[in-house]
């Protein structure tokens, strides 16, 4: 518990860019556990909503950036279809749901998506903030009401492996960020096949 605000903003980032996750849904958990012990729930809530925006738009920009690539590289064939198909026909849901709802819906696809097919920059944020602030103002409530029970839980059964999980939880993520980081300079070197699913005239934003 000693990563204080500024490691949940870094997680919240992380947590809704395209780097990989150890643990799904880590900006609710620690939010949570923050919560729980007794911390402020406006500052962490803000917190972690502020890293969300952060994380979300870069992913958002990177699409916008990359288009029909960036979906190529980071998306794989099995969901890019239905997400591109998705995001054409219902372009706030497909921002909206996988940003308020929890795991295992997945986020970053679809944010990259937005971008990649020209979901406007003003209409991404809105409802993308809009979204992070329910999700995250629902748990930091969670935590209020029931953050006895969550500092009971945590005490009794988690509290002398918080140490070693919180190493294994930093060592995979910043493995995680450097095989994100070794994407983004080595591009796949194969010809990428056309997609028709994804219309590479991408709307001008508004």
Request: charged share 15%; net charge positive.
């Amino acid at each position: 518990m000693k990563l204080g605000p500024v490691g949940l903003f870094l997680v919240a980032v992380v947590d809704s860019s395209i780097v990989p996750m150890p643990i799904p849904g880590s900006t609710d958990l620690l939010l949570l556990l923050f919560v729980s012990h007794q911390g402020n729930p406006w500052l962490f809530a803000l917190t972690a909503i502020a890293g969300s925006i952060v994380g979300g738009y870069t992913t958002w920009h990177l699409g916008r950036r990359g288009g029909e690539a960036a979906l190529n590289r980071w998306v794989s064939a099995r969901l890019r279809a239905r997400i591109v198909s998705w995001v054409r026909l219902h372009p706030v849901l497909a921002v909206f749901l996988p940003a308020v709802l929890p795991p295992p819906i997945p986020l970053s696809p679809f944010i990259l998506a937005s971008g990649a097919l020209g979901v406007s920059r003003r209409r991404f944020l809105i409802v993308f903030t809009t979204a992070r602030s329910l999700r995250y103002g629902l748990v930091a409530w969670l935590a209020v009401v029931y953050g006895r029970h969550v500092v009971r839980l945590w005490n009794t059964l988690l509290q002398k492996w918080s140490t070693p999980l919180l190493w294994v939880f930093s060592v995979v993520l910043v493995a995680a960020f450097a095989y994100a980081v070794w994407k983004l300079r080595h591009p796949a070197k194969s010809k990428i096949a056309e997609d028709p699913a994804v219309d590479t005239s991408r709307a001008q934003a508004s």
